[in-house]
C-alpha cells in the first residue's frame, strides 16, 4: 500500500474496483453513529473498530440495547438521514473507503459488494410481489442482464438455497411459504449480485429452532463457497459458537471484549462476556436450577454513565472503574495477529483472569 | 421496548436495539405559539364568533349596510373601495352587506341540520352503541344504505320534489348528517360501555337512563362535537351548492352559494361579485375545518391515554 | 361465490333507491296532471284518467312502482313533460358527456395527487410536504362552484386563454380541439376537489408503509429511491386510495352537476337541473335512478379491483 491518499468511490464509474486483495474485505475504523431522539442524542455507536477479512464470520454479541444493529447498518451505511445526529470514522471496503454521506455513491454498494440479511423474513418480502421477481431484481438493476437469464440466476440462487421444488416456486408470493422457506428466500436476494460482505443482523431470532439450525448452516456453507466475508449480529452466544472465527461482544455502544471464538469461550476477560456465558442455560444443569440473569437495566445511550458504562451492573466493580471510560487494550493471551493488531482486546481495568475468576 | 417511530422511510427493526423512546412529557406541545391548540385554531374560533355574530344582528350593526337599497351616489358593479369592501353588484346592491346577511341562510341551515343530527343520529346512535342486539343491526344497516347513497342526488331530489323551504333544506342535509352523527356516535359508546367506570355504576345499580345520561353522554360528546364542526362544514357547502343551482330558498336575502351564482356572469368586469361572498364562504370553511381537526385529534390523544 | 355475495347488499340499495324516487312523485305538491297537459286537463275526466294512468298515480305506490319497474326493464322510462321526448333517448344522448368529464377528472386528479402525495410522503416534514398539506387544506375548503369560479376568471378572464362556450359541448370525435377545450376547466374543476383527499390518503399510506422492513431490503438492494416507491411502496400504500377514488366516482356522477351548470356543459347534470327547474318529474325519477345505479356499479367494480391488485384477497375471498 503506497503512502498515497486511498482511492475513493467518487470518481468510480459503473464497475467497482477490486481494490487490494489482500486487504480485509471490511475495515471501519472508529464508527460513530449518534441518533436523534426527544431526550438527546442517542449514542449507538460509539467509537467502534473492526476488521473482517474474506471467508471469515465476525459475531457481533450483545443485548437489546447495545447498538449492534446500529452497528450493522453503520458499517453499511443505511441509515435513515433524518434521525442521524453523527456520523463519524471511516469504512473502507476492500481497501477502498466507502463515502458514507453520499447515498448514491453507496447504492452502487449496496446489494452488490455489501448485503444484509435482515431479522424478521415474513416483514422482510414485499407481500405483492412473487419472489422470483424480488430477486431478480438487484440483478436487472446492478447489472445488464436480459430476462432469460436473469430467470435462470434466480432458479440458481434458490436452489443453492436450499428451497424445494425452485421452479414452481419463483412466481410464488411471500404467503404461500413457511418461515424457514422465506429466510432462504430473503437469503438468495443478498447472495444475488455475490457480494463480498454478507451482514445477517439476527436472522434466526424470528424462527423455529428447528430450523435455525439450517439457517445458520446454510449462511456458513455459503459463506465458504463464496468467500465472503460475514458479520453475525446476534444477542445468543449460542449462535455464534462454532460459527464465528472471531467475536466482538458490544455494550452500550461500545466493543467491551473481542477474540477469536474458541478463546472467548474457553477464557472470557471481560465481566459482561462472563456474564453473558453464565446465563447461557445448560444441558448439564440440574433441571429447576436458577438461571443467572444479569443484574440491572440496559444502558441509557443517551445519558452513558461517567467511567465504566458496564460499572452498574458489574459484579467486580471498583471506584477506579467509574471515574473514566477504560480504554480497549490487548489482553492477557493475545498474540500479534493481522498487521500488527492483537488478537484480543479488552475494554476493562480488571479484566476477569481466567474462567473460573473471582467468585 | 418500544418501536423507535421515525419520521421518513425506513424503520429500524432493530428488535429494540436502542432505546429511543419519547419522553411523554414532550407529547404535549404547550411551547407552541398559542398554546397547546395553536394560533390558528384560536383565530378561527374568532373569525367563526365574528361570522356569526355579524349575521345574527346584522340589522344592528353600523357598518353593515343594507342588502337591498341600491346605494346612489356609486356606479354599478365599482369594485371594493373603502366605503364598501366587497364593492357593488349590478343593481347597486353592496356586496358586502348581502354577503353577511347571506351569512344567515348557511349558517343557520348548516347549524341546524347538524342540531337535527346530533339528536337524531346522536340519540340513535347512544342506544345502538348500549343496547347493542337487533336494535343496533337494524340501525346500522339503515345509516350504512343512507350513507351509501350519492348525498347531493338525495338533496336535489328532497328539494326538487317538495319545494325549496327551510325546512326542507334541513330535511334533505339531515340525510347525510344523521347517518354520519350516528356512526361517530356509536363509536364512541361502544368505546366507553366497556370502560371500568361504567361496569362500576351498574354493579351499584344505577339504571341504563343515568349510566347514558350521567356516564356516557359527557365522554361521547367531545368527539362528537369535533366531528359536527367538521359535518357543518360539509352541510354549509351542501346548501351553497344546492343555492347555487338555484334551489335555496331567498328570503331574506339568498344564501353564500347564490351569491356566487349570481356574480358569474359578470366575472369579467366585476369579478368581485362573487369573489366576496366566496371568500367569506371560503374562510368559514376553513375555520370550521381547522376547529374540528384540531379538536378531534386533541380527543384522539387523550382517548388513546386513558 | 366473491361476486354474488357484493351483489346482495348492492342489489338492496337500487331497490330502495328507485322506490324512493317512485315515492316522491307522489309527493310533490301540485297536480301533476296539470303540469302535464296543462289546466284543461285537469278539467277534461278523460285525459286526466289517461294522463295519471301513464304516470301510474292510478295505482297506490306499490303498484305505481312495479309498473315503473316493469317498463323500465323494457327500456321505457317515460316521456319528459318538456318536450315530450323520450327519457331513454335524452339521457343516451347526454350522458356520455358527463362520463368523459367524470373520467378526465379522475385522470387529471390522479395525475396530480399521486406524484405529490409521494413526493409528500418521501420528504416527510419537508417544505413539500407541510406547504403541500396547506395548498390542500385550503383546496378542500373551497367548494367546486366557487374552485369553478376561480378558474373562470383566471383562464377565461385574465388569461383568455378558453372560451366560454356553445351551447352544445363539441364531440371528441367531431371535433377534438373543441372538445378539450370546453372540457378542460370543469374537468380541472372536478380534479382539484378530489386531489386533497387523494394526495392525503395515499401520503397517510405511504407513510406507513415505508416503514415496513421490506422497504428497507429493497434499499439494502441498492435500487435507486423512485424505483423504490413507485414499485414497492406504492403498490400495497393504494388500497386506501382505492376505495376513495371508487367513492369519489360514484359521488361525482351526481356532484358534477354543479360544475356542469357552471361551465355549461351539456350533460347529464344539465338535464337534471333544467327537469328540476321545469318540474319535469319524469325525467327526474329516471335520472336520479340512473345515478343511483352508476353508483352501484362502480362500487362493485371497485370490489373487483380489490381482488385483482391484492392477491392475498383472491383465495379468501376476503
Redesign the interface.
Known sequence: MTGSAQPTLAGVDDHFPIGDPSAPVVEADDLVTWLRTPRGPARAVDGISLRIAAGQTLGVVGESGSGKTMLSRSVMGLLPRRIVERLDGTVRYRGVEVPRHDETALRRLWGREMAMVFQNPLTSLNPVVPIGRQISESLAHHYDMGRDERREHALELLRSVGLPEAEHRLGSFPHELSGGMRQRVVIAIALACGPGLLIADEPTTALDVTVQRQILDLLDQQRRERSMAMMLITHDLAVVAGRADEVAVVYAGQVVERAPAAELFASPRHPYTRALLDSIPSPVQPSHARLDAIAGRPPDLVAPPDGCRFAPRCAYVTDACRVAVPELVEAQGSVAGVGGRPTREVRCIHPVASSEGLS | MPEPVMPGYGAIDDGGDVDVAPDPGAMTPTRRLGGALGLGFWLSVGWLVAIATAAVFADALPFVGDPDSPIRDVARKSGPSLEYPFGVDSNKFDVFARSIYGARVSLMVGFATILVGFVVGGGLGLLAGYFRGRLETGLVAGADAMLAFPQLVAALAIVAFLGASVVNLILALSLLAVPALFRVTRAATLAMAERDFVTAARMVGATHRRILWREILPNVVPPMLSFGLLAVAIVIVGEGALAFLGLSVSAPTPSWGALIERGRDSLGDAAHISLGPAFMMFLTLVALNHVGDRLSRRFDIREAAM | MLIVRKLGPLA??LV??TF??TL??R???GDPVITIGGFDARNDPERAAAIEAEIGLDRNVFGQYAKWVGNAVSGDLGRSFQDGQKVTTKIADKLPVSLMLLVYAQMLALLIAVPLGVAMA?R??SWIDRYGSLAL??L???????VG??L??IF??WLDVLQPLSLRTPSLLDAPGAHIESMILPAFTLALGLVPIYARVLRTDLIAT???????????????PR?ILFR??L??SSFSLLTVAGLAT??L???A??VE??FAVDGFGQL??SA??RDD?VV?QAG?VV??VG?VVV?FCIDLLYAA????LRRHGA
Do not use: C
Not at chain 3, 140 to 146: R, T
Not at chain 3, 309 to 312: F, G, I, M, T
Open positions: 338492496a340499495v330502495l333507491v324512493f324516487a316522491l312523485l309527493l310533490v305538491p418521501y416527510l416534514d387544506f385550503g378542500l375548503a373551497m367548494p367546486a362552484y366557487i369560479i376561480l373562470k376568471i377565461v378572464e415505508l416503514k415496513e422492513d421490506f422497504i428497507d431490503v429493497a434499499r439494502a438492494k441498492g435500487l435507486p424505483r414497492h411502496a403498490r400495497p360514484g359521488n356522477i351526481g356532484g352537476v354543479v351548470f357552471l337534471l337541473v328540476l327547474t318529474y327526474l336520479i345515478l343511483a353508483f362500487n391488485a391484492d392477491p392475498r
